[in-house]
């Protein structure tokens, strides 16, 4: 599956679990490293960043964080965790009047990834997007759906939409 499909980086935070199926049963973020391989590719960290003292453990609660989101974007779930991670994130931001809000390397040290991800969350919740959000009729994934009509069904066409269409041709026999 493409990585970035979902057109907001805190639904491709979201993407970094699940599969081809509804299940969220692979999980990109597996380590220190996966997570900074992540968010400089995302565009959100591109500055060198300590290892924290208990890596697992900040893995642990963006893990937390990210499930969370996709329960509070798929079906209404509380979106509590999110809601404590957002506003302690921006407690922690300073205003920048070209990046809006910002948290530097100098200030949080190996707190970045998670506060960027956090302010990545609160920009999509706060913002006009939010309504745009959709989700994949085949997998677990999340997307931005920019179309007047808001009908895209599929993360990509290229993996789920185009699974979805040859299952659709083997049941017609073609």
């Known amino acids: ?8 980086p805190a639904l491709d935070f979201v993407n970094t679990a699940g599969g081809p199926t509804r299940e969220r049963d692979l ?10 391989a992540w968010c400089r590719t995302a565009g959100l960290v591109a500055e060198d960043v300590p290892v924290p003292d208990d890596p697992d453990a900040v893995l642990a609660d963006l893990r937390a964080l990210r499930e969370d989101l996709h329960a509070f974007l798929t079906s209404g779930g509380a979106g509590s965790a999110v809601r404590a991670a957002v506003v302690e994130a ?19 040290g190996a707190d970045l990834p998670a506060l960027r991800i956090e302010l990545a969350v609160g920009t999509l919740l706060a913002g006009p997007d939010l309504p745009r959000v959709g989700r994949c009729d085949r997998c677990s994934w ?33």
Request: charged share 35%; hydrophobic share 30%.
């Open 1 to 8: 599956m493409d990585d970035f499909v979902a057109g907001h």
């Open 27 to 36: 999980d990109r973020l597996r380590t220190w490293d996966d997570l900074l």
């Open 90 to 108: 921006y407690r922690q931001a300073r205003p920048d009047p070209v990046e809006g809000w910002t948290v530097t390397v100098e200030e949080h």
């Open 142 to 174: 999340v997307f931005l759906d920019p179309s007047p009509t808001r009908r895209r069904r599929w993360c990509s066409m290229a993996t789920c939409g185009n699974r979805a269409k040859q299952e659709r041709l083997r049941r017609q026999g073609r």
